[in-house]
């Protein structure tokens, strides 16, 4: 059957997402984060109506928690209220974040809302009285789903006695991808083995098109980037279907951007290197607001005086930008002095004897020992800078190297003390 129709296909709205382990005392950027994933699906159903789509469809972890707060689940509704209001029908499936054992509120979702159960089903959408798209989804009922629930899609895909353009709606990992947890695993070997036209899928925060056609296999991402990490391009897809070929239209709905931004720094001064970096975050954020996190590094001889004076340096470019459009949220030192570490391993001294230890240290338990009583003398503001931030796991390698670095300060600074 010759198919045309029009469609939105988002996912991992993770509405009212807290984006803890971010310091932001200004009030008005802290509001832009606060609001930010419920501007962007208000971009969304905006953009459903303003083109007319046919029907939209949500690949699952609409809330970020499966304790839903009632402001968002309250504001969800009003959405799909709105999509009612103008005949658009919208199709949807919860995921590891919001499985359906997690706590609701008792409401009921207008009749143009479909939320797929944990049973594998299909809804069909008729039009002039054909049968115009099978749309199959699943919901998680708890946040593990470890089960290949592509092949159950795949099944009742089969069972459909029309020639309607299929859907499976799935919150899925395709090929092990590394960067998300591995739920409803499948592979693209699985999706193509199938009669679904197009697999609408959700769970990984980039936006990616695995396949084009036959079938069509789409990841749309998150609309809004939720940490340091998350920091692609952020927003949905239109796909027009023509005779059952689909094209992709991008939309960009982010509010703001995160920045993880590495810099090899020369033997200019400090003001040089606050004016490089202002300079950069003026640069980036020149269209939506920004959070920078930078990782200064190189072999420098302002490598004590950076380390010593971090804090400062981040006081003075917050001061001297304005937080409402490019906010700094910290930078990492992780230059080395401009002095060979060979040399001075190769010292017969107490430095080169703790270089060398430093230097064999293995991932052991005996290593995590000795780096925390060397690190129990220093300050706590120090030893948070070590760990790891939002986004991020934590490197034992980088501990150990950043653990070596404070030890090298520390002994040079003395050196000369009696």
Known sequence: MNTNFKFIHCADLHLDAPFNGINISNQKFLQILRKST???????????????????????????SSEKSLYAQLSFLKQMVVLKKNNIPCFLIHGNHDPLNGWE??????????????????????KNGEALVNIIGYSYP??????????????????????????GLLHCNVGKNTTTENYAPCSLADLNDSTVDYWALGHVHTMNI????????????????????????KGFYIVNVHN??????????????????TMIIDDSSIQDLIETLKLKMYSESFDIPGIFRFHIEGQTNL??????????????????????????????INTKPL??????????????????????????????????????????INLLNILPKRGEKLNWESVIEEAKMFGLDYLMENEHET
Not at 364 to 380: G, M, N, P, R, W
Request: glycine share 2%; hydrophobic share 40%.
């Open 339 to 380: 002095i060979s570490m060979e040399e001075l391993s190769d010292r017969h001294d107490f430095i080169g004897i703790f270089l060398k230890k430093m230097n064999e240290l293995s991932y052991e338990k005996e290593s995590v020992t000795f780096v925390s009583d060397l690190l129990s003398d220093f300050s706590a």
């Open 105 to 126: 509120i008792e409401t009921n979702f207008p009749q143009n809302v479909h939320r797929f159960s944990s049973n594998v089903s299909c809804e069909t959408i008729i």
């Open 38 to 64: 419920f501007l962007a699906f208000d971009k969304i159903i905006k953009t459903a109506i303003s083109q007319k789509v046919d029907f939209m469809l949500i690949s699952g972890d609409i809330f970020n």
């Open 303 to 332: 490598h004590n005086e950076l380390r010593k004076n971090v804090k400062e340096i981040e006081k003075i470019l917050r001061e001297e930008t304005d937080e409402e459009q490019c906010f700094l949220e910290s930078i990492l």
């Open 244 to 261: 059952n070929k689909p094209e992709f239209d991008f939309i960009k709905t982010a509010q703001f951007r995160w920045f993880n931004v």
């Open 210 to 233: 695995l396949q084009h056609e036959t079938p069509a296999i789409v990841y749309p991402g998150n609309p809004q980037g939720l940490h340091i990490n998350d920091n692609t391009k």
């Open 142 to 167: 708890k946040r593990e789903v470890t089960k290949n629930i592509s092949l159950d899609i795949s099944k009742i895909a089969r069972m459909q006695n029309n020639e309607a353009f299929t859907i």
